[in-house]
């Protein structure tokens, strides 16, 4: 995949800020909407209609081939990855550990990409972390 650096925008911004705040406010619609309480997988749908209604890009479970040493070892879906810049990962799970931000950060290696989103719907308000790498 293609590595976009991070440039500023003219309001002096990060360029993935403002795709950031598209998705969280896309995943703070469903968490309003559904609450805590279900599967990732009706949160991931959800979500993916939601984007989809914003007109927002997104490649779903994503394939991501792991190479070491020079040859392909195995492959990783990803939950999404968004305008082929940021991966997003949805979690139900009761609170975010350090070995989700590794996992996350091991997932933009293999992608090339610098910024993810971790969201967990488990909790009463929408948990969300943002991962640059």
């Keep these: ?12 911004k990060h ?10 406010s896309a ?3 469903v968490h309003k909407q559904l609450g805590p309480g279900f599967l990732e997988s009706i949160y991931e749908e959800a979500l993916c209609r939601e984007l989809r209604k914003r007109g927002i890009e997104f490649e779903r ?3 991501v081939k792991v ?8 492959k990783h879906r990803l939950d999404l990855i ?4 940021m991966v997003v ?3 139900t799970i009761q609170g975010f ?14 992608t090339g990409l610098k910024v993810g989103l971790l969201f967990n719907f488990s909790r009463i308000t929408l948990e969300v972390k943002r991962i640059v790498n």
């Design 15 to 24: 360029k993935f800020e403002e795709l950031s705040g598209k998705i969280i």
């Design 82 to 85: 968004v305008e082929k810049e």
């Design 89 to 91: 990962e949805l979690k």
């Design 67 to 74: 190479f070491y040493d020079g040859a392909e070892i195995g």
């Design 61 to 63: 479970q994503k394939e």
């Design 97 to 110: 550990e350090k070995i989700h931000f590794i996992i996350l950060k091991s997932y933009l290696k293999a």
């Design 1 to 12: 995949m293609k590595t976009r650096n991070l440039e500023r925008t003219k309001t002096g």
């Design 27 to 29: 995943a703070i619609e």
